[in-house]
């Protein structure tokens, strides 16, 4: 009857998602929960099994609650269900996928349902959103903790009725007795209740093929707040007595601050701090915070930086060795290499790049901070709340119970708000002007003083026979990350290296991270051996490929795009790229129109197969690939960060291209639900196949290898 | 510093700010109308679009001593009470938003088209849209609402006709 539930998934936050945050170990005491709460039932989901064993699993008496704590849920003797987890929504619409996962193992509408998201001090520590972890982890903790919460009902309505606990049905907020027709909603079961359950990971689930709320199509919960204007992200919170903040900015990365006169800004009647580099204004308008920064005097030294022309060879020049293959996973190494390579067939070495991109969140950076005494509490759009909690401490040495973070809703992230820059800039101004402040960051700020998305070089080179099967491979990734460097292809002899090197720009996560480079050349690579060997494409990936999760979704691609058909004009073009991300399968196929007159690249068609488990919200997956092709898009063929000499050169939305209505093909999505699987997350796999699918179509086209990203900024250049 | 006087929503407004400012500022920080989003300040991502006597107009470029009598209407106004403007019902129906942060100034900027053109087709529709921008890639989701806004409003429009 219970399906299996999978082993927890080991998990390590991969190079560059982190920048901070020790795990922080909550002291609960159940007296205060109901303090706050009210009476009702609270279950607690909680990590590893010796906690729970500890806490003597079931049904705690005590005043203890286990410490490691990722999530709650609470049931008032209202009836109102409130659940508590760490985790943010920033549109990849996790509020209502998770919202479905407890509506659907506790019986209950979707509107008796609220979630407490991303607040430090109300909800349990989590390490972030990103990774694609909520659907794997939270997803699955928040259905234990709903279903043992429904459990416990029915527990409580056999022993009022002296029945059999399994003879009685949960359904829309009640239980109910079908022999007898005796009926209890949850709301009078739990009447002055103070109950409490800690729930390990053992507890049965509801099947994936059994599922009625989960697996379905339903709408954002709070979707009229957007559509009407009235939901407030992190820009648009407010405070009485608020100051708007101003930061005053170096001419370039690396600069340092000489001498600064700020007397004139003071004289405008502004609050004006500095404190070491940072030099930073508050004033009742963000008019007049602009003004004062601007009539601030201040000489910087600035020393030379590397430039975006030379990119590559200086990342290939300070690059570090790779580490012992038995280390921490930066290094792969089977068989020999080089004997293979000498043995092969034929041989092919290639290098490939990737540039620094921007994420471009459409709300830039933004915080309002309050100082109470020493308590600060501080709104802000980050995808670690508890990372900039540990931000804010350290940087104003204070401990972390003091700190408050709280994240609204926020408008995007796609990796790139991990830190907390306005948050700590909000602090420092809001400490010297005694009243709250916010700020704002610029678009141009936005685009010069976050983080990049790490730029790489990638060196291939391989031997096959002539059969078409691939016996040596080696990789070196320089800089742009080792997500998803290591292949799924058969291959007996391989040499994989990540090689660390230092980075011109300021660099961190990004949707989908290395995985959109390595797969970029991993998978124009194969088409290139597929080429030189004359064998289709396709054909040549599965006659390397074991993985059956894998060559399905090659093969459910291929048959909706039609792959093999022959082309109807001489500028169009097929090509496919896929592989294996976050837990995710994708196959991508392109179809491009090359002008060969004006050098124009139109991407024309995208089919995606996907697989990601049993699907839990469909028209959300989609929604997710469907964003995740479109963002790619912009990477693989026009947006790239230009910068000379410690300056961004195209910091601007008029200078820097993101995709837009016109750059959109028709987009077709083939999902694989395989309700047999875990469910795992989505928002970042179905984004590595559109490089190289996007690739191969225009070589398919042209003739022209591209092997640079973005490969057509300024069009394609006539060979 | 000056009082400013400016019709929104219907409602007059007396305002005191710089008649420099950009209407954008004025509508989020002088009277709390957040709806409308700072995304670039260049009027290149349209997140602060609102209609000026019925065009969509991008308030982030729009200093504010410019606008006059004229009638500016932001996504707080368009709903009828409780009654979601069709194109903001499209929008939910077609769930055609992630973060949603665009999401009013596409739905004004939707607006604006509808009322010039009742029955734009996809093309039409991408070529007035072009200047908003949706990170997350809802494009084809906010195509597709515009044009259920269009049936929509058609069939509300047969409706009133029918029922004189």
């Not at chain 1, 239980?175 to 739990?190: E, F, G, H, I, N």
């Not at chain 1, 000499?645 to 209505?661: D, E, H, M, Q, W």
């Not at chain 2, 007035?128 to 597709?144: A, D, L, Q």
Request: with cysteine.
């Amino acid at each position: 009857m219970s399906a299996k539930v999978p082993d927890q998934i080991s998990f390590e936050p991969e190079r560059y998602e982190l920048g901070a945050a020790p795990v922080y170990r909550f002291d609960l005491d159940r007296r205060d929960f109901f303090k706050f709460l009210g009476a009702g039932l609270l279950v607690v989901s909680v990590l590893g099994h010796a906690e729970a064993q500890e806490s003597g699993g079931g049904r705690s008496r005590g005043d203890s609650l286990p410490k490691e704590i990722n999530a709650w849920l609470h049931i008032g003797d209202d009836g109102k269900v409130t659940v508590y987890t760490g985790k943010v929504e920033m549109g990849q619409n996790i509020r209502t996928s998770l919202t479905q996962a407890v509506a659907e193992e506790l019986h209950v509408p979707i509107h008796q349902i609220e979630l407490v998201m991303g607040d430090t001090q109300l909800t349990p520590f989590d390490m972030g959103t990103f990774g694609s972890r909520t659907t794997p982890t939270m997803n699955l903790q928040l259905r234990k903790v709903a279903a043992s919460a429904r459990d416990l009902l029915i527990g409580l309505a056999a022993a009022q009725w002296h029945a059999d606990p399994d003879h009685l049905i949960a359904a829309d907020a009640k239980v109910t007795d079908p022999q007898s027709k005796r009926s209890v909603d949850y709301a009078a079961l739990l009447k002055g209740q103070q109950l409490t359950q800690a729930i390990p990971a053992e507890d049965p689930l509801i099947p994936a093929a059994n599922w009625q709320v989960a697996g379905r199509s339903v709408h954002k919960v709070d979707g009229r707040d957007f559509v009407t204007g009235k939901h407030r992200y992190p820009s648009d919170q407010k405070l009485p007595d608020m100051l708007h903040g101003k930061v005053l900015r170096p001419p370039s990365f690396g600069a340092t601050l000489l001498s600064v006169d700020t007397q004139k800004a003071e004289q405008m009647g502004a609050v004006v701090v500095r404190d070491g580099n940072f030099v930073g204004v508050a004033a009742p308008t963000a008019a007049l915070a602009s003004s004062a920064v601007a009539a601030i005097q201040a000489e910087w030294k600035s020393e030379p930086q590397p430039s975006s022309k030379d990119l590559f060879d200086y990342l290939r020049s300070d690059a570090t060795q790779g580490k012992d293959p038995s280390g921490d996973g930066d290094s792969f190494e089977v068989g020999s290499v080089d004997k293979a390579l000498a043995g092969s067939d034929h041989r092919l070495q290639q290098t490939y790049t990737v540039s620094y991109i921007a994420h471009v969140p459409l709300e830039p950076r933004a915080a309002l901070a309050k100082w109470d005494g020493d308590r600060l509490t501080v709104w802000t759009g980050t995808q670690r709340p508890f990372g900039v909690r540990g931000q804010l401490a350290e940087a104003f040495r204070i401990p972390e119970e003091k700190v408050r973070v709280l994240m609204p809703d926020t408008g995007s992230g796609y990796g790139g708000k991990h830190t907390g820059e306005t948050a700590i800039e909000a602090a420092r101004l809001a400490r010297a002007a005694k009243r709250p402040v916010k700020v704002v960051w610029t678009r141009e700020e936005e685009f010069t003083w976050a983080y990049f998305r790490p730029a790489g070089v990638i060196d291939v080179k391989s031997g096959v026979l002539a059969d078409g099967t691939i016996t040596a491979w080696e990789f070196h990734n320089y800089n742009s990350g080792s997500a998803g460097i290591r292949t799924y292809y058969e291959i007996p002899n391989q040499r994989i290296i990540f090689h660390e090197t230092k980075s011109p720009l300021r660099q961190g996560s990004y949707r989908a991270l290395a995985a959109t480079a390595n797969h970029f050349a991993r998978e124009s690579h194969m088409d290139e051996l597929a080429r030189a060997l004359k064998l289709d494409p396709l054909e040549f990936r599965l006659r390397n490929l074991k993985n059956e999760r894998l060559r399905a979704v090659f093969q459910a691609g291929a048959r909706q795009f039609g792959w093999g058909a022959s082309k109807s004009s001489p500028g169009q073009g097929f090509g496919m790229g896929g592989g294996y991300e976050k837990l995710g399968n994708i196959a991508t196929f392109a179809e491009v129109n090359v002008d060969r007159k004006s050098g124009e690249v139109r991407v024309v068609r995208v089919v995606s197969a996907f697989e990601c488990g049993a699907i839990v919200n469909p028209d959300n997956l989609r929604n997710q690939i469907e964003g995740s092709n479109i963002q790619g898009l912009g990477g693989a063929l026009f947006e790239a960060i230009e910068f000379e000499n410690g300056r961004i050169l195209n910091g601007k939305l008029s200078r820097y291209r993101v995709p837009r209505f016109s750059d959109v093909p028709v987009l077709d999505t083939v999902l694989l639900d395989r309700k047999d699987l875990p469910s795992v997350g989505a928002g970042e796999c179905p984004m590595i196949g559109v490089a190289p699918a996007i690739a191969n179509a225009i070589f398919d086209a042209t003739g022209q290898r591209l092997r640079s990203l973005p490969m057509v900024p300024n069009g394609l250049k006539a060979s | 510093m000056a009082v400013i006087h400016l019709s929104i929503n219907g409602h007059p407004y007396a305002v005191d700010a710089d008649p420099q400012s950009s209407l954008l500022t004025v509508l989020r920080d002088h009277l709390d109308l957040t709806g409308s989003k700072y995304g670039c300040g260049e009027g290149q991502c349209g997140a602060c679009t609102v209609l000026v006597d019925g065009k969509a107009q991008r308030s982030c470029i729009t200093r504010v001593a410019t606008v006059g009598e004229k009638k500016i209407i932001t996504i707080e106004g368009i709903a009828a009470g409780d009654q979601l403007h069709p194109v903001q019902q499209a929008f939910l129906d077609e769930e055609a938003m992630q973060c949603a942060y665009c999401t009013s100034g596409m739905i004004m900027s939707a607006v604006s088209l509808l009322t010039v053109n009742r029955h734009p087709t996809r093309d039409e529709i991408v070529d007035f849209m072009e200047g908003n921008i949706c990170r997350c890639g809802t494009y084809p989701r906010i195509v597709t609402a515009i044009q259920k806004a269009a049936s929509l409003m058609a069939e509300s429009q047969a409706g009133k006709g029918a029922g004189q």
